[in-house]
């Protein structure tokens, strides 16, 4: 008995599963696919590095859905079991420009969100790489709604902070609206979301 206790809290301090309950993640991420995002070194390493912690961290059993963020509306999409391949392509910033069409429409996308985390039986970790959203009114309320539907399933939103000086107010609107949510954090490197990944993975947020 002793020894399987042991084993047990040894397994638990190296993070493996079978005596610690982890949760399976539904992962739904926002890539900022614009010129200006993609053009712009610090932002695309900073949303590389973070996008890639995702990919390393993901398990079996895991969903995933990516969202493109550009000047085009996005289509919805269902979550799908996640695939290592899938999230390194959609991580990948090689990506070519998928438009010539102005603007970076993040509201559409995250209505988009909503109705994937409610088709999911899993705890959502959203992460939001978009530098800035541009030809569209600032959406709070539909943030917000967003916010509390990742509440209410025990889940995380990761917003990585922008480099830039119109990101930066985009930032700041964001910060102001999400000031009293403890489930919404803003990050600007990979070891953050990887603290939250964990978080939600071991029923600690």
Not at 22 to 48: G, P, Q, T
Not at 73 to 94: G, V, Y
Not at 114 to 135: A, E, H, K, M, Y
Request: hydrophobic fraction near 35%; proline fraction near 4%; charged fraction near 20%.
């Amino acid at each position: 008995m002793k020894k399987l206790i042991f084993t047990c809290i040894a397994l638990s301090i190296l993070n493996i599963s079978g005596c610690v309950n982890r949760n399976k993640i539904l992962y739904v991420m926002h890539r900022d696919n614009s010129e200006s995002a993609l053009n712009d070194k610090e932002f695309a390493r900073n949303a590389l590095q973070s996008c890639d912690q995702v990919r390393k961290m993901a398990l079996p059993g895991d969903e995933f859905v990516g969202f493109l963020v550009d000047g085009n509306i996005p289509i919805a999409k269902d979550p799908n079991p996640t695939t290592l391949q899938e999230i390194r392509a959609f991580c990948s910033l090689k990506t070519q420009l998928i438009s010539n069409k102005p603007g970076t429409y993040i509201c559409p996308t995250i209505t988009l969100t909503r109705n994937v985390i409610q088709r999911s039986d899993l705890p959502p970790v959203v992460l939001s790489i978009v530098q800035t959203n541009v030809g569209e009114q600032f959406c709070g309320e539909i943030w917000r709604a967003l916010a509390n539907d990742i509440e209410d399933k025990n889940g995380t939103l990761i917003i990585l902070n922008s480099t830039n000086k119109v990101g930066q107010n985009y930032n700041h609107n964001l910060a102001t609206i999400f000031q009293n949510y403890s489930n919404v954090k803003f990050c600007d490197n990979k070891r953050c979301v990887k603290y939250q990944i964990n978080s939600v993975r071991n029923n600690k947020t």
